[in-house]
Structures are given as C-alpha cells and as structure tokens.
Antibody, heavy 122, light 109 residues
Framework: QLQLQESGPGLVKPSETLSLTCTVSGDSISSSTYYWAWIRQPPGKGLEWIGSIYYSGSTHYNPSLKSRVTISVDAPKNQFSLSLSSVTAADTAVYYC??????????????WGQGTLVTVSS | DIVLTQSPATLSLSPGERATLSCRASQSVSSSYFAWYQQKPGQAPRLLIYGASSRATGIPDRFSGSGSGTDFTLTINRLEPEDSALYYCQQFGRSPRITFGGGTRLEIK
C-alpha cells in the first residue's frame, strides 16, 4: 500500500528557507508512470500546486513560486524534497506531498501524504 | 492562465438529495486532464474523479463526473452525512501547469 509522509520543521523564520522531505513507501519513486509533487494549502484557503518532479530529476514549477522553489529527488532513499527560499508569513500553510499519475488518458493526484503545517514566524 | 471557478461556494442539502457542483474554466480544458477531489476537515484531499468522468478506486457510484471544454460537473446522488466536505476541481494545462478551483463546501443537514 502506497504511503507518503512529509517531514521537516514546523516553524521557519521569515527570510529563511523552508525545507521538507517526502518519504515514499509501498512503491518505487522511479516508476515511469508517476511524477511526485508538492501542494500547499494556507489555513482556511484552497489548494496551490507548488511543483512536480520526475524520478529522472526533470521538474516543473508553478511560475508564481518558481524563483524561490527547488524540488529534488533521491531515488535510492525513495524520497523527494522541497526547498522554498525567502519565506514570509504568506508561505504559512499545510504542505502536502502527492503522487501525480500521468497516463495517456489522464493526469491527476492519486495519493497524498497527510500534510504538515509549516508556520513562518519569528 | 487558466482559472477554475467553482459554484456554488456553499451548498446545503438533506440526506438522500442530489448535489450538483459546477466548475467553469476560463479557457477550454482537456477532459483527460480534469479531476475532482474531496477534502474533509483535517484530512488530505482524496481523488474522486479523473479524466472528467472516471471514478477513482473505491469511490461509490453515487459520485459521477461529466463535462467538457469549459464546463464540468460533479454530481453526488443519494447524499449521505459522510459526504459533507470541501470539493475541489483541478486541471492540468499551460502555465501555471496545474491549478485548482476555489472549492465548494457541501453541507448535509
């Protein structure tokens, strides 16, 4: 059974870098059908896609965050990571990692981690 | 940028009734790249519908999706109290590559 688990600091100071890791179990992160993604949700608000990565390292980022985001993959550890620089209070959110299934017929997030709240505050 | 607008913002219905949730895109969207998600308080979203009309694994047939182009609909028949949740639509397209709608809150009273 596929499981995704986010980990990282729950509190980050303004102007610093937010770093999170997603550990995947129950499937190989090197599966060719899937991308791996980060999505966030500010408290009481909607969902925002941050970016996605393929096991080869190919990435796609939300243009609104692209200048501050880096997503990387560590295939041997079956993990992928998010780095978001120069954070402000507006980056306070629940951060989810998710699997993005990409087939000829569809593209959708079929599995999600439980999410981790990251608060940006001094 | 493709913007997804969901309506209504809130829907309040009784058990056994039918819910119709709408998602309108600012530009035409490929049906293949359109999905619906359900999110309950304190939980991660769960995939309901992908490819605009295909139910995800384990989703009851009370849930159905339809639509094409710029107008998509999620229909939930025979509402149950457990259907109370936020529902989001999502599309994959050009920059930004993946976007979500603002959500519809469904209340079962």
């Amino acid at each position: 059974q596929l499981q995704l688990q986010e980990s990282g600091p729950g509190l980050v100071k303004p102007s610093e870098t937010l770093s999170l890791t997603c550990t995947v179990s129950g499937d190989s992160i090197s599966s060719s059908t899937y991308y791996w993604a980060w999505i966030r949700q500010p408290p009481g608000k909607g969902l925002e896609w941050i970016g996605s990565i393929y096991y080869s390292g190919s990435t796609h980022y939300n243009p609104s965050l692209k200048s501050r985001v880096t997503i990387s993959v560590d295939a041997p550890k079956n993990q992928f990571s998010l780095s978001l620089s120069s954070v402000t209070a507006a980056d306070t959110a629940v951060y989810y990692c998710a699997r993005l299934e990409d087939t000829v017929y569809s593209l959708h997030f079929d599995h999600w981690g439980q999410g981790t709240l990251v608060t940006v505050s001094s | 940028d493709i913007v997804l607008t969901q309506s209504p913002a809130t829907l309040s219905l009784s058990p056994g009734e039918r819910a119709t949730l709408s998602c309108r895109a600012s530009q035409s969207v490929s049906s293949s790249y359109f999905a619906w998600y359900q999110q309950k308080p304190g939980q991660a979203p769960r995939l309901l519908i992908y490819g605009a009309s295909s139910r995800a694994t384990g989703i009851p047939d009370r849930f159905s999706g339809s639509g094409s182009g710029t107008d998509f609909t999620l229909t939930i028949n025979r509402l149950e109290p457990e259907d109370s949740a936020l529902y989001y639509c999502q599309q994959f397209g050009r920059s930004p590559r993946i976007t979500f709608g603002g959500g519809t809150r469904l209340e079962i009273k």
